[in-house]
């Protein structure tokens, strides 16, 4: 991993110093410095969680849930981001990015490692955490969390091939079904659809009636399986490029500045990047 002006510390700041705790960092931010910690949430667990909240869908945009909002691909609200250390530049501003939003996942998973007991697992700790706050492991709001997280990890052998877990009752129209790949039953297998259209016209596919396809276009008649299964073309490059992230502009962009033309969608969404240098 390349190392940013996010990642190092100033030699010369003032009272700011890394400090080794056992045989783990905490990461923490001092006026801008980062202490890490060694990853307490796994790989498997951490793409569950993303793929429960969003995950790249909610790049870029804030969504109002139960009364506050939460912005990302892991759905942070502003108290879990101060419960982080508050990485980043600021907490929408952590929360538009995957790799800073990871950073205060595993930084308030570690913070509250030992406020839940009752978990069988690393993974039910977090997940439950997660959604319901240090404490969220003795709210039995959260086991449907966690039981859909657990379900995921399980189809991950499937959903790495861009396939479907489910029921050989429900039939895998424009696709085939393979055994073994999926958890549960021994009639649930993994349904694997023909999206080689809409992959080579750089798109995603994915069910229109369950997320937006936020900054690009669908397209029909581009992916297996039913109909409301479209393809998600959009073109961020040019952004990515430029070390940014397209967003509305209604979101602001207090840590770089607007440019236009870098993104695909509506003409509010603008690539938000650095600052140019002087």
């Known amino acids: 991993m ?3 002006a996010e990642d190092v510390c100033s030699h010369n700041a003032s009272g700011k110093m890394l400090k080794s705790v056992l045989s783990s960092m905490v990461i923490l ?15 498997d667990c951490m793409r569950c969680i993303c793929k429960l909240e969003g995950c790249d869908n909610n790049l870029g945009s804030c ?23 508050s990485p980043g530049a600021g907490w929408e501003a952590c929360a538009q990015f995957r790799n800073c939003s990871e950073r205060c996942v595993q930084s308030y998973m570690s913070r509250y490692s030992s406020s839940c007991t009752t978990a069988t697992t690393d993974c039910e700790r977090h997940a439950r955490q ?42 895998c129209l424009g696709g085939a079904f393979q055994s073994n790949l999926c958890s549960g039953g021994v009639n649930r297998k993994c349904c694997i659809y023909n999206d ?43 952004c990515e490029a430029l070390g940014g992230v397209c967003r509305d502009t209604s979101l602001g962009c207090d ?24």
């Open 196 to 238: 080689g259209a809409c992959t080579n016209s750089s798109g995603t596919c994915f069910y229109s009636t369950k997320k937006d396809c936020v900054g690009g276009e669908f397209e029909s008649g581009l992916c297996g399986g039913p109909a409301e299964r479209k393809c998600c073309v959009r073109d961020d490059s040019k």
């Open 255 to 278: 840590y770089g500045v607007f440019t236009t033309g870098n993104c695909d969608g509506p003409a509010s969404r603008k690539c938000c990047g650095p600052r140019p240098e002087n």
């Open 63 to 85: 969504n109002l849930d139960v009364g506050t909002y939460s912005c990302g691909p892991y759905q942070i609200k502003e108290p879990y981001y101060i419960d982080c250390y």
């Open 130 to 171: 997660h959604n319901g706050g240090p404490n969220g492991c003795s709210n039995p709001n959260t086991l449907w969390y966690w039981n859909w997280v657990k379900e995921c990890i399980g189809d991950l052998t499937c959903t790495d091939q861009a396939g479907e877990c489910k029921d050989v009752s429900e039939g």
């Open 2 to 4: 390349s190392h940013n």
């Open 29 to 43: 931010w001092l006026g801008g410095c980062i202490e890490r910690h060694e990853a307490t949430v796994s790989n």
